[in-house]
């Protein structure tokens, strides 16, 4: 038996319809494989863009911590300068009472020095009366 027309042609419609569904699929299909794809190249974008926070967080982390370091190192060097600045001003001190000492020992040996020379003087106008006396007297 043979198909009739009408038959054959519900069935070529059907055909076409068929085709048109499956290249309405294939479109859906190439449609969901793109936008899969560029899913996929946005995950690995972010998944990159990650790395390079994470990276650059740990580069900062680092960064802070050897700053600190550094902060520490200065502190105790500033610290060490205070200590031998004071040290310094109290070795200054002392050299200036050294020589306050040495200057008042100098005016005190002058001073003797000068006493003693008061009393040669004495002992000369003494031993001079004494010798104008003895003159006197042998005459």
Do not use: C
């Amino acid at each position: 038996m043979k198909p009739t027309p009408k038959v054959a042609e519900a069935a070529r419609s059907e055909a076409e319809l068929f085709r048109q569904l499956a290249e309405e699929a294939r479109e859906v299909r190439d449609y969901q494989r793109g936008a899969l794809e560029t899913t996929r190249d946005e995950r690995e974008r972010l998944r990159a863009t990650a790395e390079t926070a994470r990276a650059a967080s740990e580069e900062a982390r680092l960064a802070a911590e050897t700053a600190r370091h550094a902060g520490e190192e200065a502190r105790v060097a500033a610290e060490a300068a205070r200590h031998s600045a004071e040290e310094a001003r109290l070795s200054a001190e002392d050299a200036r009472h050294a020589v306050v000492d040495a200057v008042r020992a100098t005016a005190d040996t002058l001073h003797a020095s000068l006493e003693q020379m008061k009393i040669v003087e004495e002992m000369r106008r003494a031993l001079r009366e004494i010798k104008d006396v003895n003159n006197l007297s042998s005459h």
